[in-house]
């Protein structure tokens, strides 16, 4: 169990509520996906492997999407201009052992500097942060190459900061870390980064780091005891008043009091719920996270082999004051919202907000292997279903155009993965 430190009182007030989608009905008068075409041409993409976290770059002038080839996982990044492909690799020799890959990548969020990313590569119990670019893509930069599992980096929304985990000084598990102004490696790549500012030091590990789009909070996946139950919970950290205490190489996990945002201490009907993966809604006033019903106890980590995962949504309010921090949450509390066959388990991929934060894309996992996209109403919870592709996997947003949002998403079609690019109006 994560002892939660004490510290100075909070000078402004979050209010947190509680909202669930309801069950999906057959359509609604909002958003829906149109102009749906295949967006990776025929003879550019890459046939017989599975083509997964397709990712447009800030000003869609690029297309990141990784390919599954056994146990490796490689990034494969194109024009869209000309469709020229290259596969992004560290060094001549990269891949010495089955279990390695180059995943998670995260364009910089600058049209300008659209070229840049960040990504993880390396091998089983080793992973890397590594900086790259689109435009010279036969060099890449080391970021973070502890002898250690560090992955899942994700830039600040204005591209000064860079969140990741790392398992560093650990046995098991994973902590929080950051790295300040890493836009200034950018300018000069060859450079040394920041050294990274541990913010966590938590009991059970931390998983999905995520920043609410105006760069206040840091948000993150954790278990924690509630009330004597392990459960995961959605923490936040105030990173917008801390950044300016923050020194590079030092550890502040001692000093941050992070929020639990959802939680047995919130609501009792969270008990016996994990609630992870949050995504921050555009205006950064409500965050969205898997939620899914464990009715057994559980060692830490692990879930009862015989009790199967049922994830559905819920969403978190967001409400800023003065002097304290509050939170509270609805009467109403759906179990059945979402839930699919009782003798499957049962996944969403998502939760993707649109920019007018008037709708979310998720992917449901079907029995019928059909994996339909659902756009759902916010905050009606009422859905519909796409079903013109099939077995839909990951889902992202492209660039606005013209009040409407591009979504982009990865689909099993005629024996291969294609790449889809709709409009959602």
């Keep these: 169990m994560m002892r939660r430190r004490l510290g100075t009182r909070s000078f402004f007030i979050v209010v947190v509520t509680l909202v669930l989608v309801a069950k999906p009905s057959a359509s609604f008068g909002g958003s829906n996906l149109q102009s749906c075409r295949l967006f990776v041409p025929d003879g550019q993409r890459i046939a017989h492997y ?3 976290a397709p990712q447009l770059s800030y000003g869609g002038s690029f297309l990141a999407y990784e390919t599954l080839r056994g146990d490796r996982r490689e990034i494969h990044i194109s024009s869209t201009a000309n469709w020229k492909r290259h596969e992004v690799r560290v060094g001549k020799s990269i891949f010495r052992s089955r279990e390695s890959f180059e995943s998670e990548l995260d364009w910089f969020p600058s049209l300008d500097l659209q070229e840049w990313f960040i990504f993880v590569t390396g091998e089983k119990n080793n992973f890397d942060v590594y900086l790259g670019n689109a ?6 930069y080391p970021v973070v190459n502890w002898r250690s599992n560090d992955h899942q980096p994700v830039f600040s929304p204005n591209g000064k900061d860079l969140a990741f985990i790392s398992t560093k000084g650990r046995s098991e598990g994973t902590d929080l870390y950051v790295i300040l102004d890493i836009d200034g490696k950018l300018m000069n790549p060859a450079s040394a980064a920041p050294e990274p500012v541990r913010l966590t030091r938590s009991a059970n590990g931390v998983l999905y780091p995520a920043w609410s789009p105006d760069g206040a909070f840091l948000s993150y996946t954790s278990e924690e005891a509630e009330d004597g139950v392990l459960n995961d919970g959605i923490n936040v950290i105030q990173f917008g008043k801390i950044r300016g205490t923050l020194v590079p190489g030092r550890d502040a996990s001692g000093s941050i009091q992070p929020i639990r945002a959802s939680g047995a201490k919130i609501s009792k009907r969270f008990l016996h719920l994990d609630e992870v993966a949050a995504s921050w809604s555009p205006d950064s006033r409500y965050l ?3 939620y899914s019903e464990h009715t057994t106890a559980r060692r830490s980590g692990r879930r009862d082999p015989n009790e199967k995962v049922k994830h559905q949504i819920g969403i978190l309010r967001v409400k800023r004051f003065e002097n304290d921090v509050v939170f509270s949450s609805i009467d109403n509390f759906s179990l059945d919202a979402q839930v699919l066959d009782p003798n499957v388990d049962s996944f969403l ?13 998720v992917v449901k996992d079907s029995p019928a292997d059909d994996n339909p996209v659902l756009v759902i109403s916010v905050p009606s919870g009422s859905a519909s279903a796409f079903h013109e592709t099939k077995l839909n996997r990951d889902i992202a947003l492209g660039p606005g155009i013209q009040g409407s949002d591009v979504v982009i998403f990865s ?10 690019r709709c409009v959602l109006r």
Excluded: C, E
């Design 50 to 52: 599975q083509l997964l």
């Design 135 to 140: 435009s010279n893509p036969k060099t890449t």
């Design 288 to 290: 969205a996270f898997y």
């Design 349 to 361: 991929r998502g939760p993707v907000w649109s920019r007018n934060f008037s709708a979310m894309l």
């Design 411 to 420: 689909a099993h079609d005629r024996q291969t993965t294609s790449i889809y």
